[in-house]
């Protein structure tokens, strides 16, 4: 990118909040936990995470496994808390708890279009009626002291796009942000993102930030997204997995022209291995679930080209720590010895 047009990446404010970098972590269901979030915080330039998605209708029958979930710490802070839900008191209430157990921001999800929870009623679902979707949101920013945001998709399907008047009736609402993911439900993670979408998002809207969200890999499409959509941020999902140093090297990119020098594998295996450390000192999940988890986080995490699919095919099957220990210790080892290395 260097040469090229560099971004000052200006603060954002949400409500009373002060964002200091504009790049956002996207909620990711069995993803987004303490652990991952502290690592991109640690790793510089991830100015806002964003817990997992939290079902407020289980809060509400007091389910253990979601209150297990409540996993922030004050040393995150600014953080959000990102709650689905279709019934707009449950939400309220829902808005409520996470707030008095200390959320910064509280975020609506209206993007998720996984069947069990669009079939709800809830996520994306609620984009198929703006007037369904906006009580929802008047509850929540009713309930609560601290700034409440939306994260939506372009809408439920392709001939239902409703992103654009229902940005417009959440800032009525007194919504302090909107992410808008420009995909349709319809779509899943499928196809190319619409940024079209995010640029007509910002136009409606008159005081309250837009972030971008969708197809943001490397500096030059966050450098895209914010030129051709006027966006004041952008949020990155799924190509952080594995990969939780992003934030840092687009945020340099985007400053300097210049790019950052990639993770070595063993500062890959160091992370990871922190990643899983982090994970077990402070889940409140049971230790088997957890280490579910930590499979599919790890795995992520592309460690070279030599050896790497044994790896991974071990860290699928691990049952502890000591096991996670043992494996990223020899690729750490494997190294060393020059035998793993990156793809050119």
Excluded at 96 to 122: E, F, Q, S, Y
Excluded at 133 to 143: G, H, I, L, P, R
Excluded at 208 to 222: M, Q, S
Excluded at 277 to 302: C, D, F, K, S, V
Aim: one cysteine or more; proline letters at 5%.
């Amino acid at each position: 990118m260097a040469n090229q047009e560099l971004f000052p990446l200006n603060p954002v404010r949400i409500g009373n909040i002060t964002i200091e970098t504009p790049l956002f972590l996207a909620p990711m269901a069995g993803q987004t936990n303490h652990a991952f979030r502290t690592i991109a915080r640690e790793l510089g330039d991830c100015g806002l995470v964003c817990t997992e998605l939290l079902s407020s209708m289980a809060m509400h029958y007091k389910s253990e496994r979601t209150f297990n979930m409540f996993d922030w710490t004050p040393d995150e802070s600014p953080f959000a808390v990102q709650l689905y839900g279709s019934d707009p008191q449950i939400m309220a209430d829902a808005a409520r708890l996470v707030v008095d157990h200390g959320a910064d921001i509280v975020d609506i999800n209206m993007g998720c279009w996984v069947p069990k929870v669009a079939k709800t009623g809830a996520g994306a679902a609620l984009l198929r009626d703006v007037c369904t979707a906006t009580s929802v949101v008047e509850a929540v920013v009713k309930a609560v002291n601290v700034p409440v945001t939306v994260k939506v998709r372009s809408g439920f399907t392709p001939d239902n796009l409703t992103a654009v008047p229902f940005a417009k009736a959440a800032e009525a609402c007194g919504v302090k942000a909107i992410a808008v993911h420009a995909r349709t439900a319809s779509q899943g993670f499928s196809g190319k993102a619409d940024w079209d979408m995010i640029r007509q998002v910002k136009e409606v809207v008159s005081d309250i930030p837009v972030i971008g969200n969708g197809d943001v890999k490397t500096a030059e499409d966050a450098a895209t997204m914010l030129r051709t959509t006027g966006c004041d941020g952008v949020m990155i999902g799924r190509a952080a997995l594995g990969n939780p140093w992003i934030f840092h090297q687009i945020a340099h990119e985007l400053r300097t022209g210049e790019k950052v020098a990639l993770p070595t594998p063993q500062e890959r295996a160091r992370i990871a291995l922190r990643h899983a450390w982090i994970t077990m000192e402070t889940t409140q999940m049971p230790e088997r679930q957890a280490i579910l988890e930590l499979r599919g986080q790890l795995t992520q995490y592309h460690l070279g080209v030599r050896y790497a699919a044994k790896l991974r095919d071990r860290l699928v099957r691990v049952e502890s720590l000591a096991e996670i220990e043992v494996v990223l210790n020899e690729a750490i080892a494997l190294a060393d010895a020059g035998e793993l290395q990156l793809a050119s």
